[in-house]
């Protein structure tokens, strides 16, 4: 049973930005870990902020524990969010917590809204959250700006989870930090996940930062998912073309897609003139695509809990190297 459904969700900002988000579909189990990787501009932000309602959805629904928060308007989505069962963690935690407020305060804000604590029961939560994410409470008078940039995610996740959420949705929540902070960022993430059960959604560019800590991962490219599946599996032994340059060009993550160099996996760049129809939009990149590509959109293919959205899903991989030449 999935706690949280996306399902064909489309997203634009206005006529001029185009679809930003097109016919993403994804699903998240109590106490799992899904991570979504894409380049910059992708939609991943998009993503997060249309699954808790933060941006209006035009084709597609989200669901999550039973309500379809992408029916929900006014009054009801307020009251939705109020109960704090899915949490935003931003990358930029100077920039989303408010500086004039106190540790304490900014981790008691999601309490306060949801009501029905007493003073003394949401202390106690304040300093509860705080504990279990490393901080000493005696950090609780200080301001943002008066902490590191570590310890400061680390406020930003106790006031994610001291409202008992069940879905952290974290958007590149280490990536402003230093290579041990991060690291600490994310080994903490993974203790959250095993001590308090919660799903969390990781949103990432960057591979290595995934690899260790989802279960599953999802590749956007260009506003769609080309790619879902377990993290091994996906990594190891990706299905599409984009997939496959993006983990060639990861070598850290330890895998070794195809046996290949990320050289024949390498975007054409010859295909401008390609139509942007309703094809693959990694058509005019991929040195494997066929016109046919650009304009006829992928099949989603589901085997074993494995998606891949590219016509050449059987048989790309036995053309690299014979493909490189010609195509790129
Ligand atoms: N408020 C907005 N108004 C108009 N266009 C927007 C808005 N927010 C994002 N976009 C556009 O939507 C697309 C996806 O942006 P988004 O921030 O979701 O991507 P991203 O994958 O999170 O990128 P990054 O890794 O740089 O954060 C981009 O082309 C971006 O310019």
Request: with cysteine; charged share 25%.
């Amino acid at each position: 049973m999935s706690l949280l459904e996306v399902d064909g969700l489309g997203v634009s900002y206005g006529r001029r930005s185009g679809r930003v988000l097109s016919g993403v579909s994804l699903s998240v189990r109590p106490g799992e870990v899904v991570g979504v990787v894409g380049e910059t501009g992708s939609g991943k932000t998009t993503l997060v902020r249309a699954v808790v309602g933060l941006v209006p959805a035009d084709e597609g629904r989200v669901t999550f524990d039973g309500t379809e928060v992408t029916a929900l308007r006014g009054r009801r989505l307020r009251a939705f969010r109020r109960t704090g069962g899915m949490q935003l963690v931003f990358q930029d935690s100077l920039r989303s917590l408010d500086p004039d407020l106190t540790v304490a305060a900014i981790v008691a804000e999601g309490l306060t809204v949801a009501g029905g604590l007493t003073r003394s029961e949401q202390a106690e939560r304040v300093d509860e959250a705080l504990i279990r994410v490393g901080l000493d409470p005696a950090l609780g008078t200080r301001r943002p700006g008066q902490v590191s940039g570590g310890q400061r995610q680390r406020v930003a996740l106790a006031r994610a989870i001291a409202v008992r959420p069940k879905v952290l949705l974290c958007d590149e929540p280490a990536s402003a930090l230093d290579a041990s902070s991060r690291n600490q960022v994310l080994l903490l993430l993974d203790r959250l996940r095993r001590e308090l059960g919660v799903a969390i959604v990781m949103i990432s560019h960057d591979l290595t930062s995934l690899a260790g800590l989802v279960d599953r991962v999802a590749v956007l490219f260009g506003g769609r998912l080309v790619e879902q599946g377990p993290v091994g599996e996906v990594f190891g032994d990706p299905a599409h073309p984009y997939t496959a340059l993006l983990v060639a060009s990861a070598p850290s993550i330890g895998a070794r897609p195809l046996g290949r160099s990320a050289a024949s996996l390498r975007p054409a760049r010859d295909r401008e003139s390609w139509p942007h129809g309703g094809g693959c939009r990694y058509a005019p990149l991929c040195p494997f695509a066929t016109a046919d590509c650009a304009v006829e959109p992928p099949r989603e293919e589901r085997a074993d809990g494995r998606t891949v959205a590219c016509h050449h899903a059987e048989t790309w991989s036995d053309l690299v190297g014979q493909t490189r030449g010609a195509l790129t």
